[in-house]
C-alpha cells in the first residue's frame, strides 16, 4: 500500500524568505512522487515530478525538491517566496510504474501563506 | 493541445435531482480518474479507467454513483439521487502510458452544490 502525509496543514512566510513544505510517502514499490499547486478555486497543476531519475528536481517557479528514500522524503523548496505562490499544495505518490496499478494518492495538502 | 476538459463547471441543483458531469480527457491519454475534493476529505480517488474499461472503483461511495467511459474521449459521472453531501469539487485527470513520467493531468473541476 501507499500513502503521503504532508506533515504541516498551514505555513506562513514572508515575502522574499525560504519556503519549505514538508511530505513524507510510504510505498512498497519505487514510487514516483509529484507536487501539485492549487490556487483559489482553480485546479491542480503540476509543479515538478520525481520518476527515479536525479534525485533533485527543479520544477517551475523557482521550486524543487529532493527525493530520500532513506528518510522517505520528498519536501518541496524554494529559496524565495513571492506573493503569488499563496496557494494549496499537494504532495502525491503513485507507484503505478512498479506495481502496475495507477492509484494517484493525494496528501491532506498544505496552505501556504506568504506575508508582505 | 487542448487540456481536460470538464463540463459544467458549476452546478446548483435540488437534492434528488440526477446530476451529471462530463470529461474529455487529453487526446492520446488512455487513463482517465475521477477525484473529489472537499474540506473534510481532501481529494479521494473515486474511480480510473485504463482503456476505457473501470479499473478501480473502490472509491465510490454509494450506489447512487455511477461512472462510464463510453468511448476514448468521453467520460461521465453520474449522481442520482443527488443529496447535500455530495457538494463538492469533481475532478477529472487523465495520463498517457510510456510518456510524461507518469504525469497526470487535471480539467479544472466541477464545482457542484446540491441545496
Known amino acids: 500500500a501507499q500513502s503521503v502525509t504532508q506533515l504541516d496543514s498551514h505555513v506562513s512566510v514572508s515575502e522574499g524568505t525560504p519556503v519549505l513544505l514538508r511530505c513524507n510517502y510510504s510505498?512498497?514499490?519505487?514510487?514516483?512522487l509529484f507536487w501539485y499547486v492549487q490556487h483559489p478555486n482553480k485546479g491542480l497543476q503540476l509543479l515538478l515530478k520525481y520518476t527515479s531519475a536525479a534525485t533533485l528536481v527543479k520544477g517551475i517557479n523557482g521550486f524543487e525538491a529532493e527525493f530520500k528514500k532513506s528518510e522517505t522524503s520528498f519536501h518541496l523548496t524554494k529559496p524565495s517566496a513571492h506573493m503569488s505562490d499563496a496557494a494549496e499544495y499537494f504532495c502525491?505518490?503513485?507507484?503505478?510504474?512498479?506495481?502496475?496499478?495507477?492509484?494517484?494518492?493525494f496528501g491532506t495538502g498544505t496552505r501556504l501563506k506568504v506575508l508582505a | 493541445d487542448a487540456g481536460v476538459i470538464q463540463s459544467p463547471r458549476h452546478e446548483v441543483t435540488e437534492m434528488g435531482q440526477e446530476v451529471t458531469l462530463r470529461c474529455k480527457p487529453i487526446?492520446?491519454?488512455?487513463?482517465l480518474f475521477w477525484y473529489r475534493q472537499t474540506m473534510m476529505r481532501g481529494l479521494e480517488l473515486l474511480i480510473y479507467f485504463n482503456n476505457n474499461v473501470p479499473i478501480d472503483d473502490s472509491g465510490m461511495p454509494e450506489d447512487r454513483f455511477s461512472a462510464k467511459m463510453p468511448n476514448a474521449s468521453f467520460s461521465t459521472l453520474k449522481i442520482q439521487p443527488s443529496e447535500p453531501r455530495d457538494s463538492a469539487v469533481y475532478f477529472c485527470?487523465?495520463?498517457?502510458?510510456?510518456?510524461?513520467?507518469?504525469?497526470?493531468?487535471f480539467g479544472e473541476g466541477s464545482w457542484l452544490t446540491v441545496v
Open positions: 510505498s512498497s514499490y519505487s514510487p514516483s
Open positions: 487526446s492520446g491519454h488512455d487513463y
Open positions: 502525491v505518490v503513485s507507484d503505478g510504474a512498479s506495481s502496475g496499478t495507477y492509484k494517484y494518492i
Open positions: 485527470a487523465s495520463r498517457r502510458t510510456g510518456t510524461g513520467g507518469n504525469t497526470i493531468y
